[in-house]
C-alpha cells in the first residue's frame, strides 16, 4: 500500500496520464519531437513568429484530437472502420469530380468553411478497414481474403494516384500493405507480387506515371542533368546535410537556408536544414528519437491482445515509419523527389492531425490491452 | 480449409503477428541504417566537398573596377578625367523578359540597336546576377523620366558610375584619343579578369597606347548572397588601384592656339622641343568631340563625321601622308654640300626651266622667269627649283634616299601613339619592288623638289626639323612627360630617346644651310619675309608648296580658278631661335595655297606663343 502512495506521490504527471488513458512513454517521445521540430521550423522559416504560432495551434488541434481517440474504446473504433472507410471512397470520388486543383494536382475538397483532403483521410481508413475485414479471418490469410483486402487497398490507392498524388498513394498504399503483411500473408505470394511488380515496372513508367513524376525519378539518377530544373532541389538539399558536417553550423546559421538556396525549406525539405544547422550528431539523435517512436508502437502492437488492434498499431507504426523513410531518403539523394513531409516536423496541418489521430488509435489500442489484462 | 476458417487459433495468430513484427523491425532497423550511412557518406566522407559547394554558392567575387588615370598636359591642365554619370544598368537575372522590358524602356528614352548589341555582348561577360549597362551618360531629363517609371521595370537600375570626360571637348583629340565601350575584339588584347567591372577601354591615340598604365588594376568584393543573388553582406574587399595619370608634353595654351588659328582650314602642325623631342602640340583640323564616343556614338552622327569631307577622324599629324614640297630643300642642300656636289657658293642658272639630256620635257620653276645665278643660299631663301633639279640629277635618287632616311624619313617615328604611318622615301629599289618599274631620271628631279612619290606625315617632318636645329641628333618625339603612380606615389620620367645622329662631314656645312633658313624668314627676298616683321628672335624655316594635282605640260595652274578641293598644300618647316632652338616645328594647311601665306604665320603665332612666354617665366625677375 505505501508502495502505491510512494508511486503516486512520484509521479502526478503519470495518474494525469493515466487518466487521459495516454501512453506515457510514447507522450515523452512526441513531446520531444515536436520540441526538435519547433526548433527548426523557427530557423528554417526565417525566425517567423506568426508562422510558429499558427503551427503551435495546428498541434493543440491535433493532440485534442488524438486525445479524443486515445478514449474511444477499441471496439467500437473496430465497429467504425468499414463506415469510415466508405465515407473515404465516397469523398475520394467526389474529389476528383469537384476538387479543387492546386499546384496541378486535384486533391482538396472546399465545404466553404474547410478545405478538406480526402486522401489524407484514407491514411487512417484504410488500415483501420484492413485490419477489421482480417481480424475476423484465420490467419495467416488465405488467397480469397487476400484477393479482397487487395482490392479494398487498390481502389482507394488507384483514386489517389489519379489526382495525382504520389507521395499520399504510396502512404495510403503501404498503409494497407502493412496490415496485409502483419497478418502473415506467405513470403511466396510476396515473391510472386515482387516479381509482377518488377514485370509491370515497365509498363507503369510508361502509362500510369505522369511526365513529372518520370522526370523525377530521372533527376534521381542523375541530379547534375538539370541543375536549375527539377535537380535543383536535390543538389541543394544534399549541398545543404553534407556542409553541415559532424557538429553542424550551428542554430540559425545554416548558409543554405538561411540564405534561401534551399527551396521548400519549411516543409518537405526541412530535415536538411536539421541536417546543415546540427550536423550527423543531430541527424542521428533525430532518427533515434524517430525510432523511438515507431518501436514504442510496435511494442504497443506486439502486447495487443486483440488482433483487431494489432495489426491496426503495427501498420500505424510502420506507416509512420514510411513517412521518415521517404523523406530523409529523399532529401539525402537516395529516393525520388515525392512529397512526403517529415512526419510532426514539417510545417503543414494536415498530416500532423493525422499522424496524431493515428497515435491517439494506437494509445487506445494499449488500454484496451490494459483492460483485457 | 473449412475446418481451419472455423477455429480461430489465438495464441497461433498472435505468435505469427509478433513473428511478423520482428521482421518489420529489423527491416525498419536496416532501411534507417542505410538512410544514416548515407548521411555519414554526405557529412563525413563527402563533408568538404559540399562545403565547397556552399561556399561557393553563398560567397560571389563582385568586381569593383578601378578608376581610369588622369591626364594633364605639360602645365597640369586637365585634358581628360572622370565624372560621375547616369547609366541605365539592367540586372538580367531579376528581369522576367528581356524583350519585354527593352520594349517598356523604348517608350521612355531612345535606344537604338547597337546599345542593345553592346549590351548583349556585354551580358555574356557577367553573371546572371551583376549589373549591365545599358545606356551611359542618361541626361537629367532621361534621368527624370526613368526614375519616375522604374518601379514598372524589375532588375532595371539607374546608377552613377565614374565614366570618361573630355572637359576641353574637341581640343588635342587627336594627341589624346578616346576611350569608348569595350568591344569583342578588345577583349583579345587584355586580361578580361582584369577587365571584369570595366565597360570603355582606349580605342585610339595615348588611351589606347597608354591602356595598361591608365586602366588600373580591378579589385575585388566578396559578398555573401542569397540564393536570389541579392547582396547581403560584405565579407571582405579588395580595393581597386587606380591607373596612373600621364602628364604629357603638349602645351595645352600652344596647341589651343594652333586649333584656333586653324579656323575652318584642314591640316595639321607638329611642334616639338628638338632637344628632347617632347611634343608641344599635336594639331590635326578638324577635330570632333570624343565625349560621343564614350558615350556611345550613334550610326547616324558616326557616319556624319566618317564620310564628312572635311575628314575630322583622320589624324593628320600621324596618319597623313603629303607630298613635302620645298620643305626638302634645306635637307637636299645639305646633301649636295656633304657628298661635295655643289659648294656653298657654286652657282646654277635658273632660266625657268631644266632640260634633262637627251629629253624634251621641261622641268618648270616656280618662277616662270627664272631666277637667274643662284648658289645655296639663294637657291633656299627664295625656292629656287632649278637648283634642286640640277643638284639632284647629280646625286642621284639613291644617295638622296640613303641621306634622307638618316632624317627619319620613309620611317615611322616611334612616337607614343597609335596609326602612325611611315611616309614614303622613294628609291631604285623601292620602285623596281613596289612598282615593278625601271626609276626615271625625270624622277629625281621631281623628288628633289619634293614632289613625286615621295610622302611624309607631318610629325616626322617636324622631327626632321628638330634633328636640322639640333644639328643631327634626332630625339624620338613623345606625347607623355611623366607618368605619375598615385598608388605608390612616384612619378617615373620619361628619358628623352635618340632616334639617330646625324654626323657631319663638315661642320661649317650646317651653318650654311642654317643660314640659308633664316633668310627665308629674314632676307627681303625670302619666301617667308612677310613673317619677320617684329621678330624679336631669329627664325630659320623653309616654306613648301606640294601640288595635289598635276598640270599638263604648256598649261599655266591659275590659283584662282583651281577649286578648292585642288588647291596645293602649303607648308611650313622651321624652327627658332636659330642659334639655340627650343621650338621646331611643322605646318601642313591642306589646300591652303602657299606656304609662305597660309602655313608660316602659323608658325610664327606658335613660336612667339611659346618662345617669349618661355623667356618670360624662366629668365630672373627683373629686381624692383
New interface residues.
Given amino acids: 500500500m505505501s508502495k502505491i502512495i510512494e508511486n503516486d506521490q512520484a509521479s502526478i504527471s503519470r495518474r494525469i496520464l493515466d487518466a487521459f488513458r495516454l501512453d506515457p512513454l510514447l507522450m515523452l517521445f512526441l513531446f520531444l519531437l515536436s520540441g526538435f521540430g519547433f526548433l527548426i521550423l523557427f530557423s528554417a522559416s526565417g525566425s517567423n513568429i506568426d508562422l510558429m504560432l499558427r503551427q503551435l495551434t495546428r498541434l493543440g488541434v491535433a493532440v485534442f484530437l488524438m486525445v479524443l481517440v486515445a478514449n474511444i474504446s477499441l471496439r467500437l473504433l473496430k465497429k467504425m472502420s468499414l463506415v469510415i472507410y466508405l465515407v473515404g471512397v465516397l469523398l475520394l470520388i467526389a474529389v476528383m469530380g469537384f476538387g479543387e486543383v492546386g499546384k496541378g494536382a486535384q486533391r482538396w475538397l472546399d465545404f466553404g468553411f474547410i478545405r478538406f483532403q480526402p486522401s489524407e483521410f484514407m491514411k487512417l481508413a484504410m488500415p483501420m478497414m484492413v485490419a477489421s475485414y482480417l481480424s475476423e479471418?484465420?490467419?495467416?490469410v488465405?488467397w480469397k481474403d487476400l484477393l479482397i483486402s487487395a482490392a479494398l487497398v487498390g481502389v482507394p490507392v488507384l483514386l489517389i494516384a489519379r489526382q495525382p498524388d504520389l507521395g499520399t498513394a504510396l502512404l495510403v498504399g503501404s498503409a494497407g500493405f502493412?496490415v496485409l503483411?502483419?497478418?502473415?500473408v506467405r513470403w511466396k505470394i510476396f515473391m510472386v507480387l515482387g516479381l509482377l511488380a518488377s514485370l509491370m515496372a515497365p509498363l507503369l513508367w510508361k502509362f500510369a506515371l505522369h511526365d513529372y513524376q518520370r522526370g523525377r525519378i530521372l533527376t534521381l539518377l542523375d541530379p547534375e542533368s538539370d541543375p536549375l530544373g527539377s535537380g535543383y532541389h536535390i543538389i541543394?538539399s544534399?549541398?545543404?546535410?553534407?556542409?553541415?558536417?559532424?557538429y553542424g553550423k550551428g542554430w540559425l546559421n545554416g548558409?543554405?537556408s538561411q540564405?534561401?538556396?534551399l527551396p521548400e525549406r519549411s516543409t518537405d525539405f526541412i530535415f536538411s536544414v536539421f541536417?546543415e544547422e546540427f550536423?550527423?550528431f543531430g541527424?542521428?539523435l533525430l532518427?533515434i528519437l524517430?525510432?523511438l517512436i515507431?518501436?514504442r508502437g510496435?511494442y504497443i502492437?506486439?502486447c495487443s491482445?486483440d488482433?483487431y488492434g494489432?495489426?491496426l498499431a503495427?501498420a500505424l507504426s510502420?506507416t509512420f515509419?514510411v513517412y521518415?523513410?521517404v523523406n530523409?531518403?529523399m532529401v539525402?539523394?537516395?529516393l525520388p523527389v515525392v512529397g512526403v513531409p517529415l512526419p510532426l516536423v514539417s510545417y503543414g496541418g494536415t498530416s500532423m492531425v493525422t499522424l496524431m489521430v493515428g497515435f491517439g488509435m494506437i494509445m487506445a489500442i494499449r488500454s484496451a490491452k490494459r483492460f483485457l489484462a | 480449409?473449412a475446418y481451419?476458417?472455423q477455429?480461430?487459433?489465438?495464441y497461433?495468430?498472435?505468435r505469427?503477428?509478433?513473428r511478423?513484427?520482428i521482421v518489420?523491425?529489423v527491416i525498419?532497423?536496416v532501411?534507417?541504417s542505410?538512410?544514416?550511412g548515407?548521411?555519414?557518406v554526405?557529412?563525413?566522407v563527402?563533408?568538404d566537398?559540399?562545403?565547397t559547394?556552399?561556399?561557393s554558392?553563398?560567397v560571389r567575387l563582385k568586381a569593383l573596377p578601378p578608376t581610369r588615370g588622369l591626364i594633364y598636359d605639360r602645365n597640369g591642365i586637365v585634358l581628360a578625367d572622370n565624372l560621375p554619370a547616369y547609366r541605365l544598368e539592367i540586372i538580367r537575372e531579376e528581369v522576367e523578359e528581356l524583350d519585354k522590358t527593352l520594349e517598356g524602356l523604348k517608350q521612355l528614352v531612345e535606344i537604338s540597336d547597337l546599345d542593345v548589341k553592346k549590351f548583349n555582348l556585354a551580358s555574356k561577360r557577367r553573371r546572371p546576377f551583376e549589373s549591365v549597362p545599358l545606356l551611359f551618360n542618361l541626361s537629367d531629363d532621361e534621368v527624370a523620366r526613368l526614375a519616375v517609371n522604374l518601379h514598372q521595370f524589375q532588375g532595371v537600375e539607374i546608377n552613377a558610375r565614374l565614366t570618361r570626360n573630355y572637359p576641353l571637348g574637341k581640343h588635342a583629340v587627336h594627341a589624346l584619343g578616346y576611350v569608348a565601350r569595350i568591344d569583342e575584339r578588345d577583349l583579345n588584347s587584355v586580361d578580361e579578369a582584369n577587365y571584369a567591372g570595366t565597360t570603355h577601354i582606349g580605342k585610339l591615340g595615348l588611351e589606347k597606347f597608354y591602356e595598361g598604365e591608365l586602366h588600373g588594376e580591378v579589385g575585388y568584393q566578396r559578398v555573401?548572397?542569397?540564393?536570389?543573388g541579392r547582396t547581403?553582406r560584405v565579407l571582405d574587399e579588395k580595393p581597386p588601384l587606380p591607373g596612373n595619370n600621364l602628364h604629357l608634353t603638349i602645351d595645352s595654351a600652344l596647341q589651343q592656339l594652333a586649333e584656333d588659328l586653324f579656323a575652318d582650314e584642314r591640316g595639321s602642325v607638329v611642334a616639338v622641343d628638338p632637344n628632347n623631342g617632347e611634343i608641344l602640340a599635336l594639331v590635326s583640323m578638324p577635330s570632333f568631340d570624343p565625349n560621343l564616343f564614350v558615350k556611345g556614338i550613334s550610326s547616324a552622327k558616326y557616319s556624319e563625321l566618317r564620310d564628312s569631307s572635311q575628314q575630322p577622324l583622320f589624324n593628320r599629324a600621324l596618319t597623313g601622308q603629303y607630298p613635302p614640297g620645298s620643305t626638302t630643300k634645306p635637307f637636299f642642300g645639305l646633301a649636295g654640300l656633304e657628298y661635295n656636289i655643289m659648294g656653298p657658293k657654286q652657282t646654277v642658272y635658273c632660266g625657268g626651266y631644266y632640260l634633262l639630256p637627251n629629253e624634251e620635257r621641261k622641268y618648270r620653276d616656280w618662277k616662270k622667269q627664272g631666277h637667274g645665278k643662284m648658289d645655296l643660299d639663294g637657291a633656299i631663301t627664295q625656292s629656287c627649283d632649278v637648283y634642286f633639279y640640277d643638284l639632284s640629277y647629280s646625286l642621284g635618287i639613291d644617295r638622296m634616299s640613303v641621306f634622307m632616311k638618316q632624317f627619319g624619313f620613309g620611317q615611322r617615328t616611334g612616337v607614343d601613339s597609335t596609326g602612325e604611318r611611315p611616309g614614303l622615301m622613294p628609291s631604285r629599289g623601292w620602285k623596281r619592288g613596289a612598282r615593278g618599274q625601271p626609276w626615271y631620271p625625270g624622277e629625281t628631279l621631281i623628288t628633289g623638289i619634293g614632289q613625286g612619290y615621295m610622302l611624309v606625315t607631318p610629325i616626322q617632318l617636324a622631327s626632321a626639323t628638330g634633328a636640322l636645329a639640333l644639328q643631327g641628333t634626332r630625339y624620338k618625339p613623345h606625347l607623355v612627360k611623366t607618368i605619375e603612380y598615385p598608388a605608390d606615389s612616384m612619378e617615373l620620367e620619361t628619358v628623352p630617346e635618340v632616334s639617330g645622329v646625324y654626323n657631319i662631314k663638315k661642320l661649317l656645312n650646317w651653318q650654311h644651310v642654317v643660314k640659308a633658313m633664316e633668310n627665308v624668314v629674314h632676307n627681303i627676298r625670302g619666301t617667308a619675309f612677310r613673317i619677320s616683321k617684329g621678330l624679336t628672335y631669329k627664325i630659320a624655316g623653309k616654306t613648301g608648296t606640294a601640288q595635289v594635282f598635276g598640270i599638263a605640260q604648256d598649261e599655266e595652274y591659275d590659283e584662282e580658278n583651281v577649286s578648292k578641293k585642288l588647291r596645293d598644300h602649303a607648308l611650313f618647316v622651321g624652327f627658332a631661335p636659330a642659334e639655340e632652338p627650343k621650338i621646331a616645328m611643322a605646318v601642313i594647311v591642306e589646300n591652303g595655297g602657299h606656304g609662305s601665306s597660309t602655313a608660316a604665320p602659323i608658325a610664327r603665332k606658335m613660336m612667339d606663343a611659346y618662345l617669349l612666354r618661355y623667356n618670360a617665366t624662366h629668365e630672373p625677375v627683373p629686381n624692383e
Fill in positions: 479471418k484465420v490467419l495467416p488465405g502493412f503483411f502483419l497478418a502473415g541543394q544534399k549541398i545543404a546535410i553534407g556542409s553541415g558536417g559532424v548558409t543554405q540564405l534561401d538556396f541536417g550536423g550527423l541527424s542521428v532518427v524517430y525510432l515507431i518501436y510496435l502492437s506486439a491482445k488482433t494489432r495489426l503495427g510502420l515509419f521518415l523513410f530523409t531518403g539525402t539523394g537516395l | 480449409m481451419r476458417e477455429l480461430k487459433d489465438d497461433q495468430e498472435t505469427l503477428v509478433q511478423r513484427l518489420a523491425a525498419v532497423l532501411l534507417m542505410i538512410v544514416l548515407r548521411l555519414y554526405l557529412q563525413v563527402e563533408h566537398h559540399f562545403s559547394l556552399s561556399n554558392n553563398r555573401e548572397v542569397n540564393a536570389s547581403l
